[in-house]
């Protein structure tokens, strides 16, 4: 067994890798919309460190060796890039602060069984849904206008806000696909305006990060390899009953985010790389099934979540057929 300070020095500069590797989707972000993305990540980092220093203090353990490792500051970073930005100050601080109880609640780094950014994300769905679904058109306001929608001294601008492209496409009646890309402000040119080059920015990040090895290929092959073909198999082109094209749903909603670094995450996941495989690509397939017949436009928190449920059960059963074919 490696010793221990080794092992907390992997952890710490994995965490470090996974931060820089958000780099890229944060600056289209924030490109996109302003300076709410960076008043979320500020109120999601701060959250999360008080809520584990407070759990730890309670806990009686220590707190340099655990909020030093970057572990908390990841779950913030993940859980605020998925918010929409310009919510309330109150949800951010809520869903950072479940996060980080939920995976103290079972004894911390390396022992929680469902991730926690996104038990986090999912409750504040569930909970608050109305401002889950308030995400601003592209290019948000100034500083100041932010601090205002944010913390509610300020008026909300007309039109401010609209539906996603992949709320918009759920509730879609009668308008062909054709008829939504060309005329609804919410779709760009293969998937959702601006947020294909959020999705585009994850991909390279989750690229480098499999460059350095920091996981291995198995979860996200599986997650994007399973959406391309459900959305592929279901997809019937151009029709006002179509649910998208499998390039829509790659480039869309937090799909890259999600692929590379949320089902790559080491606890919650599989440990077997079969199992990973299988996890990913469970993954993938409730998330277009929430996306297309689910209550909420994007599916990928719950799918993740309901995968975690079912990692005990891949592990064994990919260490048993691996056992079987080994000689």
Known sequence: MPPLESVDERLQQAMK?????????????FWLYGWGVLINLILAGVT?????ASVLKLRQRELRPTLSDGSALVTATLLALALPPYCPWWLTVFAAAFALFGKQLYGGVGKNPFNPAMLGFALVL????QPMTHWPSSHGMDLLGGLQQVFGFGHTPDAWVQATALDSLR???SLTMDELFAGNPAFGHFGARGVEWVNLAFLAGGVFLLQRRVFSWHAPVGMLASLFV?????????????????????LTGASMLGAFFIVTEPVSGAKNPGARLMFGAGVGLLTYL????????????FAVLLMN???????????SRQERVTP
């Open 17 to 29: 890798l996974v931060l820089l590797a958000t780099v890229p989707g944060m600056l289209v972000l």
């Open 48 to 52: 999360a460190l008080a809520v584990e």
């Open 126 to 129: 569930v909970a608050f849904p």
């Open 171 to 173: 509730i879609n009646k």
């Open 230 to 250: 459900i959305s592929l198999l279901c997809w019937n082109g151009s029709g006002s009953d179509s649910h998208g094209s499998p390039l829509f749903h790659l």
């Open 290 to 301: 929430i996306r297309t017949w689910g209550g909420y436009p994007d599916g990928v928190a």
């Open 309 to 319: 449920l079912c990692v005990p059960a891949l592990d064994r059963f990919a260490a």
